[in-house]
């Protein structure tokens, strides 16, 4: 018997109880998400394409390390309705991300609230505005953005979430302005019942522009510990525009947050981005970047800390495309009791793109013997005149510091905690901003301290 007719009559694969209700939940709650026309066409098709592939396994390249359908037990339809939460709880939430000086957009629940929001100090310069009511307008100029094939590499994720999106932003910054203050995109999730949140952000950064955007994701108490955040960033940074883009992830109410950042940078355009992770029991960052501009420069960090049986994935693309560019990455990861941290690397040189300069690295601290870190770095290289290279360690504290901590007199926990918290500095340091980085460090050191997830 043929291999063809083989594969004809195998059975389609069993779903999963998460995918089955993934399905049910966009049946039941298709008609109440915002958007009608091509939205809902737009809806539709990604949602035939993820029950088509389901959640994705280990089979998948791409997911080798973080098999979806194995740990998503559980799926839900989006929020009902927002729920009631107040300034006070979110700035508890924040810590403190919420002394920045900064423009807050605040969504609840995956619903923007103006009331909660403070646009002061915004200007002219920036122009911004929730998707939700625009989905329900469904414009013709938009609808690019959300076609299948928009993002470098579908996957279900990407489905889920177009299949999903309840909100987001429309935030644009006009040619050749600066924005005075940070913009915060404050997500929180406050429902007592599991839900699953999806949203949408769409960034455009002019010619010659520039910003500093921050997305916190956090929980106030009493939010569901079940439900699933799904959340996508779709950045376009033109010619000699820059751009400091960073991202906070300490939601401990979600069990899974599944994330995407997709960047496309031009000519001479700067990208400077962060990420740190330390909260969810599951967390998948997909992020990518098309380098389509000569003399583009990306520099992206980042810090993810795991306890208990927490499992964290960072997998990232770096596609250059032209000649000319200058990229740099560099994750440092600390893992506790049997959490397990993986990054996934992969720098592209397209042919034709020379003098191209690629370093990726990755480290790990491993605070227990049952803490686990995969790491597979990949360079595809086409072209001659190029400088690449990429590494990855993993490694317990260094016994010799310790020691040299504990003569001076330094109680074991708190040498402990100076030693990671030097660690994971050199990624923080990357920021440029002193306020932005003591927040983030602070909250590190609240997790370092046993405060945090």
Avoid at 69 to 81: D, L, N, T, W, Y
Avoid at 237 to 254: E, Y
């Amino acid at each position: 018997m043929s291999t063809t007719v083989l594969s004809a009559i195998r059975p389609a694969p069993v779903k999963t109880a998460a995918e089955r209700a993934l399905s049910e939940a966009f049946s039941n709650a298709s008609a109440a998400l915002p958007g009608t026309g091509w939205v809902s066409a737009v809806r539709a098709d990604a949602m035939r394409r993820l029950e088509a592939s389901g959640l994705p396994t280990r089979r998948v390249e791409a997911f080798k390390y973080t098999d979806l359908r194995e740990r998503i037990k559980e799926a839900f339809g989006p929020a009902v309705a927002p729920s009631r939460v107040d300034n006070e709880a979110i700035e508890a939430a924040l810590g403190e991300l919420a002394d920045l000086d900064a423009v807050r957009i605040v969504l609840v629940d995956g619903v923007y609230c103006a009331e909660l929001s403070c646009l002061e100090g915004l200007g002219d310069e920036v122009e911004q505005m929730p998707l939700g009511p625009l989905l329900r307008k469904a414009p013709s100029w938009l609808e690019g953005k959300f076609a299948a094939g928009r993002f470098p590499e579908e996957t279900a994720l990407t489905a889920l979430n177009t299949a999903f999106m309840s909100d987001g932003l429309l935030i644009k910054v006009k040619p050749g302005q600066r924005g005075a203050k940070p913009v915060l995109i404050v997500s929180v999730a406050a429902g007592a019942e599991a839900s699953t949140t999806a949203l949408r952000h769409v960034v455009a950064m002019e010619a010659g522009s520039a910003m500093t955007l921050i997305e916190a994701f956090v929980a106030l108490p009493g939010a569901s510990t079940k439900g699933i955040v799904s959340a996508i960033t779709d950045v376009t940074v033109a010619d000699g525009a820059d751009l400091t883009h960073v991202k906070c992830v300490f939601d401990k109410a979600s069990a899974a947050h599944l994330g995407g950042w997709v960047v496309k940078l031009g000519a001479n355009a700067r990208y400077r981005g962060f990420q740190l992770t330390a909260g969810p029991k599951l967390v998948r960052n997909d992020i990518g970047v098309e380098m389509e501009g000569e003399g583009s420069k990306l520099d992206i960090s980042g810090a993810f800390l795991g306890r208990d049986t927490n499992h964290i994935d960072t997998t990232l693309v770096v596609d250059h495309k032209v000649p000319g560019c200058e990229s740099r990455e560099l994750f440092k990861g600390v893992l506790a009791d049997r959490a397990r941290g993986v990054f996934q690397g992969k720098i592209i040189v397209r042919p034709g793109a020379d003098r191209t300069d690629g370093k990726q690295m990755a480290r790990v601290l491993l605070l227990s013997d049952d803490a686990e870190f995969d790491s597979k770095p990949e360079l595809e290289i086409y072209a001659d005149d190029v400088a690449c290279g990429h590494g990855a360690t993993a490694a317990a504290l260094d016994d010799d510091l310790m020691f040299y901590c504990r003569s001076r007199g330094i109680p074991e926990a708190q040498a402990r905690v100076l030693l990671i918290e030097a660690f994971i500095g050199d990624a923080v340091e990357k920021l440029e901003d002193d306020a932005v980085r003591e927040a983030l460090m602070q909250v590190a050191r609240l997790w370092l301290a046993g405060g945090g997830s």
